[in-house]
Structures are given as structure tokens and as C-alpha cells.
């Protein structure tokens, strides 16, 4: 399985960014292009939640989904080519404050994002990047 290590978190003030990056530290294998990733936060005394996850099939725009709080702030995207994906998180709320972990869908079958939300086929998981956004 690939290893995931998060990126670019931090304090920001509100209505700010922050551009959190997911790579793979297993030395050129297990290549994230094979997985859908998605992005999960987890802020103090709430459940875990999924973010946005992008699917893995290429040949076609890349299927991207997100958590309704978010749509139209956050955009995922993925580079193969250096095997990165990334998170840029835009307009900045407190509300947004959290650990976030990216993770792999490493599930035999490919889900492609689908069910993504409450992470039960992302078996690599990253250890996470807080993000810390004051009001």
C-alpha cells in the first residue's frame, strides 16, 4: 500500500488559503495514479468527515467530489507526474478548522469517490496536517 504523508497546513486568518499537498513516501511504489485519494478532516470533538475525494481514471476529466460546505472554496487535483494530490482551500472559515488526513481508496474494487464520504474503502491513511483558521 502506498504511504501518504500531508502537507501545508497551518494558521491562517479567516477568508485566507492554504494549498494542503498529499504525497506517497513509499519510494516510487504503489503510485497514487492507481487509487482515488480523498481528503478527510477532523475537527476537535466532531466526527470524522469526508471532504472531497478525485477518482483515478484517466482518459477523461478526473471525477472530482466534495462536501457541500465546501464546494466552491476547496478544488482537488491530482499530478501524476508527481505523484501528488492536491487540496487548495480557499475563503478560509473557522468552520474549517481541523486535522485533515488524505487517504487511499485501496479497496480491490474501484469505488471511483463513490461512498467516498465516510472513508470505509481507503485502507493507507496519512497522518495529517492541522489547519487552524482564526476568526
Known amino acids: 500500500q502506498p504511504q501518504l504523508m500531508e502537507s501545508g497546513g497551518g494558521l491562517v486568518q479567516s477568508g485566507g488559503s492554504l494549498r494542503l499537498s498529499c504525497d506517497n513516501i513509499?519510494?516510487?511504489?504503489?503510485?497514487?495514479?492507481?487509487?482515488?485519494i480523498g481528503w478527510f478532516r477532523q475537527a476537535p470533538g466532531k466526527e470524522r468527515e469526508g471532504v472531497s475525494c478525485?477518482?483515478?481514471?484517466?482518459?477523461?476529466?478526473?471525477?472530482?467530489f466534495y462536501i457541500d460546505s465546501v464546494k466552491g472554496r476547496f478544488a482537488i487535483s491530482r499530478d501524476n507526474s508527481k505523484n501528488t494530490v492536491d487540496l487548495q482551500m480557499n475563503n478560509l472559515t473557522s468552520e474549517d478548522t481541523a486535522v485533515y488526513h488524505c487517504?487511499?481508496?485501496?479497496?480491490?474494487?474501484?469505488?471511483?469517490?463513490?461512498?467516498?464520504?465516510?472513508?470505509?474503502?481507503?485502507?493507507?491513511w496519512g497522518p495529517g496536517t492541522r489547519v487552524t483558521v482564526s476568526s
Open positions: 487517504a487511499a481508496d485501496t479497496s480491490p474494487t474501484a469505488h471511483e469517490c463513490s461512498g467516498y464520504s465516510d472513508g470505509k474503502f481507503f485502507g493507507s
Open positions: 513509499a519510494n516510487g511504489r504503489f503510485p497514487l495514479k492507481w487509487y482515488a
Open positions: 478525485i477518482g483515478s481514471y484517466e482518459g477523461q476529466p478526473f471525477k472530482t
